[in-house]
Nanobody, 116 residues
Framework: QVQLVESGGGLVQPGGSLRLSCVAS????????LGWYRQAPGTQREMVAR???????DYADSVKGRFTISRDYAMNTVYLQMNDLKPDDTAIYYC??????????WGQGSQVTVSS
């Protein structure tokens, strides 16, 4: 089992920045990838960014060049640096951990609101 606790959401003006953090605990050795997903009202949850144990990254086209995912070497903390935020980035952001057995674990969700 893996537990995920997120922090760092909030309200920001367009063009501003936020940094999300997620701390993993439990059977961390089985995690092969960490990532961030988001879900806006009335939409499906979508992948924002993910990073593998080997350091490979993948981003949604809508955030490329603005968001950066990183993690510590032990794979127990993952960050999402979000720059040049836009109103369309408003959503609940969820931390995700995927195990070697293709099990998905989720954080509690952090609200990010981009508004003037």
């Amino acid at each position: 089992q893996v537990q995920l606790v997120e922090s760092g959401g909030g309200l920001v003006q367009p063009g501003g920045s936020l940094r999300l953090s997620c701390v993993a605990s439990g059977t961390i050795s089985r995690i092969v990838a960490l990532g961030w997903y988001r879900q806006a009202p009335g939409t499906q949850r979508e992948m924002v960014a993910r990073i593998t144990r080997g350091g490979s990254t993948d981003y949604a086209d809508s955030v490329k060049g603005r968001f950066t995912i990183s993690r510590d070497y032990a794979m127990n903390t993952v960050y999402l640096q979000m720059n040049d935020l836009k109103p369309d980035d408003t959503a609940i952001y969820y931390c995700n951990a995927r195990s070697e057995f293709v099990e998905d674990y989720w954080g509690q969700g952090s609200q990010v609101t981009v508004s003037s």
